[in-house]
């Protein structure tokens, strides 16, 4: 895979560093990470949902965490006590630890994490603050009776 330089970019671009720091972070892999598998959904104009297949995981045994702009969700499976000295012989439904992070947006915030049949639902809402969402720029008129200084017209 090619390698995009950006650092053109950066003499003619103000404040978008982290932007293109993410750009060039997708051509890295991510060592291979597939489990647990998600999707992203959009629900709303500003809401998001993200869903986890989490199998066999309880409420106990996951953690979400948001920090700055980094969502982060950990499960930890419990060791299980096999009931009655039962052996497996064959372990389909994965209960390994995992750990996923996703990057958020500015001004993207977790509403809520909820586990259901197996998924784990998150929402999320980007909440822009009124100074930061774009105004009208009024153009001022100039006055038409102004004064020339220099030589009168020919």
Known sequence: MRHVDFSPLYRSTVGFDRLFN????????????TYPPYNIERTAEDAYRISMAVAGFSEDEISVEAHRNVLTIRGEKNEEQNQENAEVLYRGIAARTFERRFQ?????????????DGLLHIELVRNVPEEMKPRRI????TKANAKQIEANAA
Do not use: C, N, T, Y
């Open 104 to 116: 958020l947006a500015d001004h993207v915030e977790v509403k809520g994490a909820q586990l259901k």
């Open 138 to 141: 009024p153009i001022a008129r």
């Open 22 to 33: 993410m750009l060039d972070s997708f051509g890295q892999l991510d060592g291979g990470q």
